[in-house]
């Protein structure tokens, strides 16, 4: 399964962002999916999970959804402040949902935001 983020970009705080990230090489409707997030000298950190059937586990301000039909997962980021700025990961897991990062079975590249005060 290959994944690639987009839609990364600067904001100032109280903006908003949204992030894609397109799946393709599995069947999209059999992974859960996650995105993460890595900050300069920080430990990459779970944001959001979706499982396959549209339940989803946030962490914070921001909205998870998933478009089977377009092999795509969101995030919905607002409200954003100078703390989320980070590259941020989409993952897949095969099964269930899982918001640990060992879990996961496959990761996009990261795409990053940066929030200015």
């Known amino acids: 399964v290959q994944l690639v983020e987009s839609g990364g970009g600067s904001v100032q705080a109280g903006g908003s962002l949204r992030l894609s990230c397109a799946a393709s090489?599995?069947?999209?409707?059999?992974?859960?999916m996650g995105w993460f997030r890595q900050a300069p000298g920080k430990e990459r950190e779970f944001v959001a999970a979706?499982?396959?059937s549209g339940g989803t586990s946030v962490k914070g301000r921001f909205t998870i959804s998933r478009d089977n039909a377009k092999n795509t997962v969101y995030l919905q980021m607002n409200s954003l402040k100078p703390e989320d700025t980070a590259v941020y990961y989409c993952a897949a897991r095969l099964g269930f949902v899982s918001s640990e990062r060992d879990a996961m079975d496959y990761w996009g590249k990261g795409t990053l935001v940066t929030v200015s005060s």
């Open positions: 979706i499982n396959r």
């Open positions: 090489g599995g069947t999209f409707s059999s992974y859960a």
